[in-house]
């Protein structure tokens, strides 16, 4: 399993990841903060929730491309409605829809 393959989280697994994280290439950088929030947004408790979002929004703030922005605003749009914010989902929704009706 790779360092960002983390079905759990907790303060040694966070900063763990963020020792890796900061030592990887740009790409596996990405990669890592993508796949790793998938994997804690299935979880039900708002801070492992949480953690998955500040990882997206690391993503947003860091590596941010048009490629893979689909797939982070429906995360984002999944664990916003998930935590009860249901108005930076809706946010997130129409972010959606706006880059599948440009393709």
């Known amino acids: 399993m790779d360092w960002y393959q983390n079905q759990n989280w907790d303060d040694e697994l966070h900063q763990q990841f963020y020792k890796n994280y900061r ?12 796949e790793q929030a998938a994997l804690l947004s299935k979880h039900l408790d708002n801070t492992t929730l949480k953690a998955a979002e500040s990882l997206l929004i690391l993503w947003m703030s860091r590596h941010f491309n048009n490629q893979n922005a689909a797939k982070v605003y429906a995360l984002m749009q999944d664990i916003c409605s998930r935590i009860g914010d249901h108005h930076r989902a809706q946010e997130f929704k129409l972010k959606l829809e706006k880059i599948r009706t440009s393709q």
């Not at 030592?23 to 993508?34: G, R, Y």
């Open 23 to 34: 030592e990887a290439d740009p790409i596996l950088q990405e990669k890592a903060l993508i």
